[in-house]
């Protein structure tokens, strides 16, 4: 079973200096906030791309591009809180009945576990309670994986920097409150949603095809954006739908701006005041924000974090020392005995390697002296690999197409409409099924594909011919290469 209270929001000493970034796609953006005198101040901050997969690459590599950006930012904090992107979370949903305290701590146990597509130990997990009209209360769960946070988490470590919390960057934006609020937050290459009420979060979605960030500069597709709006709103309870009057939109200007006077000529029928949001009211610290500090998610978390206000969703795993680890095992009885006897074992051990010790100190000194040359050395080859030739010699968009093709039936139950590939890895394929079983088919044979991971159906619509879409990541080589 899975302690859902070990995963929620936890609180951290105050501090009055913190980094706060977002990771949207490869895109890396920070904000390296301070107090003093009372008063919060934006120290440094930085936008770069990374070329660099987080999740695929060595996180020491991965570490040292980090750190070499933040140097050049002359940004020096290691307390850090990180904004993941929305598009790696799992979302599922429960109501929650009339229960007693530690009854209501069990039913949501089982219901992450019940309803997540995935072994749920898979995931770090975070929920939301929401209380709505009368006595209904819903509760939504948001999952990520766990080597994801992992991942990450060892890039971060790597560059310097030591994580207080991984939370979401639009819920720091906009937390929840009493009354129902829509807020969207645009990004280079999705847009999130989030409709607050209740105290809680109510729904959450990522929008695939709401951005276009072909060549690294993000575009608005408003038709897209507002056909996904209806659809979230035609979910919602008649009651939430009838109380929702805000909708609020976080990002850049020039596309702020522009989605705001879109939807509300678009959105006109559910009377919906839609503004763009051009200053960060929703993270207040102490002494507050100078009046011209950009809105951004990064700044969000930071100020959320200066001010001692825990993030409503929280994805940091719970740090366990290597002391508690062993007193909790070798804590009573015939364990002590054999802790003290284990202790004992590692003392005579380290005398022994006593001797190894004094070597490694004679070739550090060698290393010492040829240090320069190789840190030299490894500053060519970084800018070797920054301006060689951007292009890739293999033929990845056909490799994926064939093991698509061979993937599906010859007989036609299972076709594809539309095959779509993002950032060189990131495929969609949307298309229809004569039936489930034809379906599970063609995902098992997809699965057994080496350079196939990550593949998730995200919609399945209809029965006799039933819709579906999923998709994957592709990678170069298969999975056990990276």
């Known amino acids: 079973m899975i302690d859902l209270n070990t995963t929620q929001s936890k609180r951290h000493k105050p501090v009055t200096s913190v980094l706060g970034l977002t990771l949207d796609g490869g895109r890396l953006e920070g904000v390296w906030l301070k107090r003093t005198n009372g008063a919060a101040r934006v120290a440094g901050s930085f936008t770069v791309t990374l070329t660099l997969d987080p999740l695929t690459a060595a996180a020491e590599l991965v570490g040292r591009e980090i750190r070499n950006h933040l140097d050049a930012a002359g940004i020096r904090e290691r307390r850090c809180v990180v904004g993941l992107p929305l598009k790696w979370a799992l979302l599922t949903q429960t109501q929650m009945p009339a229960l007693s305290e530690p009854d209501q701590t069990s039913f949501l146990q089982t219901e992450a576990e019940r309803n997540f597509p995935c072994d749920v130990a898979t995931l770090v997990t975070a929920w939301s309670r929401c209380q709505m009209a009368g006595s209904v209360e819903t509760v939504t769960f948001a999952g990520m994986p766990r080597d994801h946070v992992g991942a990450l988490t060892a890039a971060l470590r790597a560059a310097g920097l030591k994580p207080l919390s991984f939370a979401l960057g639009i819920t720091a934006l906009q937390p929840p409150t009493p009354e129902p609020v829509l807020a969207i937050l645009l990004g280079v290459h999705q847009a999130d949603l989030q409709i607050t009420c ?158 190894q010790q004094a070597l490694l100190w004679h070739y550090q000194s060698r290393w010492d002296a040829v240090k320069t040359r190789v840190v030299d050395l490894e500053t060519i080859q970084n800018k070797i690999k920054q301006f060689r030739p951007w292009f890739d010699k293999s033929v990845r968009s056909l490799n994926i197409l064939k093991q698509l093709t061979q993937a599906f039936p010859e007989d036609g139950d299972v076709t594809a409409k539309t095959v779509e590939i993002r950032e060189a890895n990131q495929v969609t394929c949307t298309g229809t099924a004569k039936d489930n079983a034809a379906l599970l088919h063609t995902l098992d044979r997809l699965r057994q594909v080496r350079s196939i991971a990550d593949l998730k159906v995200n919609r399945i619509q209809g029965k006799t011919p039933l819709q579906f879409t999923f998709d994957f990541r592709w990678v170069e080589g298969g999975v056990d290469a990276h």
């Open 198 to 355: 209740g105290g809680g979060v109510l729904k959450l979605r990522s929008l695939e095809g709401a951005m276009d960030g072909s060549g690294g500069r993000a575009r608005l597709q408003p038709d897209v954006m507002a056909r996904e709006v209806r659809i979230t709103l035609g979910q919602l309870p008649e009651t939430i739908r009838t109380g929702l009057r805000r909708l609020r939109v976080f990002g850049p200007a020039d596309l702020g701006e522009t989605l705001s006077a879109e939807l509300q000529a678009r959105l006109a029928e559910f009377g919906l005041q839609v503004m763009w949001v051009a200053r960060d009211d929703a993270a207040a610290v102490p002494g507050g924000l100078e009046a011209d500090t950009p809105v951004s998610p990064a700044l969000s978390l930071a100020a959320g974090c200066l001010a001692g206000t825990p993030s409503h969703w929280e994805f940091l795993p719970p740090q366990v020392s290597a002391a508690q680890q062993m007193f909790s095992r070798y804590g009573s009885g015939k364990w002590r005995k054999a802790g003290l006897a284990a202790a004992g074992a590692m003392v005579a051990v380290g005398l022994a390697f006593l001797g």
